[in-house]
Each structure stands twice: as C-alpha cells, then as structure tokens.
C-alpha cells in the first residue's frame, strides 16, 4: 500500500435528474517522494479528487487511506487537524491576505496550530528563505509580483514542513519564465527534500517536471506516464 491509497472513490453532486458524477470510482496509489502531475479538461474531476484528497471535501464512496487512516471514517475535526498538520495547499488564486506582510502571510497556519511568536517567526523566515525571498519579508502582497506572490504561497504552504504539497493550477496566473521558477522550486523541494507533491495542471510542459504524469477524462484514471 502507498503512502496515500485510494480504491473506488466516487463523488456525486446535485440530486436527481440534476446530479452529475464527477468521480466514478477511482484507484490510485501514491508513493513517498512521488511527484504527480495530474491532469485532464475542465470537469474531468481531477480539481474534485485534489480536494478530497486535501480533506476540502468528502468522497460519497471508496476508501481513502492517508498513512494507515481511512479518512473517510473520520469526523469533520479530525479530519480539519489531519488538514492543519500534514498537508500543504498552493493555489492558482495565491490566497494571500492583501494588506499583511509575507513574514505574516507564511505565519498564518502556524498561528492556528497556536505556536508561540518567536517560534512561528524563525520557521516563517526560514520558509521564505527556501523560495529566495527572505529580503521581501516586510513587503505587503501588493508590492509583489505574481510570481513572487505565488512564492509566498509555496513559502506558506511549507511553514508547517508539511506530509503533502497539494498544488492546484499553481501556475495558471503567470507567465512563462514565473511558471518555470516555480515548477523548479516545487521540482526541488520534491527531490532535494523528499516532500511528496501532488499538481493538478493543464498545462503539458508544467506537468513534464513531475514524476508521474495521470490523465484524467470524464471521472476515471485514463492513462499514466512514469519518467
């Protein structure tokens, strides 16, 4: 069994004559250390499984094993402190809180896990050091560029050295060369680190850094490419 196990998970939505079967039935293993790039069109349930995966939503069937925890048999605190303590999110959209620092931005998560200030500060400005922005610590978000904005996030999203780096589309607001700087940090962080990644992209030449290659189409696993 992987370091995550998923065996027919399915998720539905609407009722009736309006529901809609986004995943139909879906086995995946992913191992420690794995890269994954998943991809596929709009609707082919690649973001809904990312979300399942993330605890940011529940399956309706299958199994999901996150380390030797059936997460779907978990309650919605159980599952928020899994969430809070090993995972990782990076986001298309940043999600980062306008008018506060990037020292304050990447202090978020350890804040919920009530960590003392001096503590959360020394781990924050270490996460900005990994992604090479720990002179931009005292910068509001507005005085970011996207891509410095995105590192912020990825900075954020490492604060808590997360399990698993959950990231959606995470370069979908940039540009080339923005895009290539951070497909080569999350690139280095899986290989140098060992943290295991999982991206939901669209975009072949991002989804070319990752390990695993799955294409998603119409709620299944259609096919894998290993490098």
Same mark, same amino acid.
């Given at each position: 069994?992987?370091?995550?196990?998923?065996?027919?998970?399915?998720?539905?939505?609407?009722?009736?004559?309006?529901?809609?079967?986004?995943?139909?039935?879906?086995?995946?293993?992913?191992?420690?250390?794995?890269?994954?790039?998943?991809?596929?069109?709009?609707?082919?349930?690649?973001?809904?499984?990312?979300? +399942?995966?993330?605890?940011?939503?529940?399956?309706?069937?299958?199994?999901?094993?996150?380390?030797?925890?059936?997460?779907?048999?978990?309650?919605?605190?159980?599952?928020?402190?899994?969430?809070?303590?090993?995972?990782?999110?990076?986001?298309?959209?940043?999600?980062?809180?306008?008018?506060?620092?990037?020292?304050?931005?990447?202090?978020?998560?350890?804040?919920?896990?009530?960590?003392?200030?001096?503590?959360?500060?020394?781990?924050?400005?270490?996460?900005?050091?990994?992604?090479?922005?720990?002179?931009?610590?005292?910068?509001?978000?507005?005085?970011?560029?996207?891509?410095?904005?995105?590192?912020?996030? +990825?900075?954020?999203?490492?604060?808590?050295?997360?399990?698993?780096?959950?990231?959606?589309?995470?370069?979908?607001?940039?540009?080339?060369?923005?895009? +290539?700087?951070?497909?080569?940090?999350?690139?280095?962080?899986?290989?140098?680190?060992?943290?295991?990644?999982?991206?939901?992209?669209?975009?072949?030449?991002?989804?070319?850094?990752?390990?695993?290659?799955?294409?998603?189409?119409?709620?299944?696993?259609?096919?894998?490419?290993?490098?």
């Amino acid at each position: 069994m992987g370091f995550v196990s998923l065996k027919g998970i399915r998720k539905t939505y609407g009722k009736g004559e309006s529901a809609f079967e986004v995943l139909k039935g879906v086995d995946l293993e992913i191992y420690q250390g794995d890269f994954i790039a998943l991809m596929g069109p709009s609707g082919s349930g690649k973001s809904t499984l990312s979300n +399942i995966l993330g605890c940011l939503d529940e399956a309706d069937g299958g199994v999901y094993d996150f380390c030797g925890v059936n997460v779907c048999e978990l309650s919605f605190s159980q599952k928020a402190r899994l969430r809070r303590n090993y995972f990782g999110f990076i986001f298309q959209s940043f999600n980062l809180l306008a008018k506060t620092t990037a020292l304050e931005n990447v202090e978020l998560p350890l804040i919920y896990k009530g960590m003392k200030k001096r503590e959360r500060r020394e781990l924050a400005m270490q996460s900005l050091a990994k992604v090479g922005l720990e002179k931009w610590a005292d910068h509001t978000s507005a005085e970011l560029s996207g891509g410095q904005q995105q590192r912020v996030a +990825i900075a954020r999203a490492l604060a808590i050295s997360p399990a698993f780096l959950i990231a959606d589309e995470p370069t979908g607001n940039l540009d080339t060369q923005r895009s +290539i700087e951070i497909m080569e940090i999350l690139q280095g962080l899986n290989q140098k680190e060992g943290i295991t990644i999982l991206m939901v992209t669209h975009e072949s030449d991002m989804a070319s850094y990752a390990s695993r290659e799955i294409h998603f189409l119409d709620g299944k696993i259609k096919s894998e490419i290993k490098r």
